[in-house]
């Protein structure tokens, strides 16, 4: 048997720096200064390499270099009036582009797994979930889930959702995402929820809400524990948006109505730094409770067609990134997409006009920090 000293020895002539003649703690704070559109390379570099970077404590060295990226995931359709050379032939018709904020720079996640017309995103941490949506033969609603982990760059299969849905709310809220409504293949609105756990890969089938609510919107409460499926319409009902909503409290397992909400499609809904946003009519506005309401926050984003709007918070709250269609000269929407992006503190817009492959319409939209 090998004693202790020996065992010591041993292992210390197997370790190789990461970087020869550098101690491994200086070496990890210069991996966590690599820009995150060279991840994939560097992981490739060696497996010290790889080990270091899917490391928890790479992400706090990251944080405390002051090299964190905001990236923001859209689930969009390619853009038909893109030129020639804007991307390849085999490009699909939907699928996942990604928007840096912090360095301005857009690519599409080339080694995502086919998505799913319509499919939704919502992320946990640094993990992406793809959702639900069409299969682009039979345009009926899939149960499928892909995962991306944004601080490694690699997909996996996620457990399926236990209901085949889309034009559903989703939302992250207390470290798990929630699904919930939408219609199903016969285009029946549902009423069912369930949240899935990422560590786990898992379902949990949640109580069904009082009302069907297709095509609803999603978001986490003002305590950023609890969901919120905001307005929707019945089978009945066809685009007949209610303004109301219903949370779900994890505690007691039930969920409540809350009155007096913005409906989409004319709103968009973020909560920022704690506070529901909704984006509609003439300015930002804000839910002070239900004696106070509704109070205007910040413009409305200039150019912004309205009824278009989807919207994320990024970088904890400190920005707003919205996207939707531009609107033309003449009050239509035929000049394009692009996004808006809200400094919070100063309550300015900035208007982003994305290269042409990337300035299709989007669907769906989430933000992690890397």
Known sequence: MMNPKSRVQGWEADHVDLIPGMPDDVAVDCLARVPHGSYRSM??????WRSAAAAPEFALARAEAGANEDLVFLMQFGNPVAGDDAA????????????NVTTGEWHRESSAPPV???AQCAAVGTRLAVMGGWDPKTFEPVADVNVLDAATGVWHRGAPMRSARSFFACAEAGGKIYVAGGHDKLKNALKTAEAYDAEADGWDPLPDMSEERDECDGMATVAGDRFLAVSGYRTGRQGGFERDAEWFDPATREWRRL???RAPPSAAHVVVRGRVWCIEGTAVMEWRGERRGWLEVGPYPPGLKAGTARAVAVGGGERVVVTGAIESEGGGGGGGHALWVFDVKSKNWTVVRPPPQFAGFVFSLASVRV
Do not use: S
Not at 43 to 48: F, H, K
Not at 88 to 99: K, R
């Open 43 to 48: 992981r490739r570099v060696c497996r010290g």
């Open 116 to 118: 799913p017309m319509f």
């Open 259 to 261: 009155e007096r909400v």
């Open 88 to 99: 390849p032939e085999d490009a699909p018709a939907y699928g996942v582009a990604v928007y």
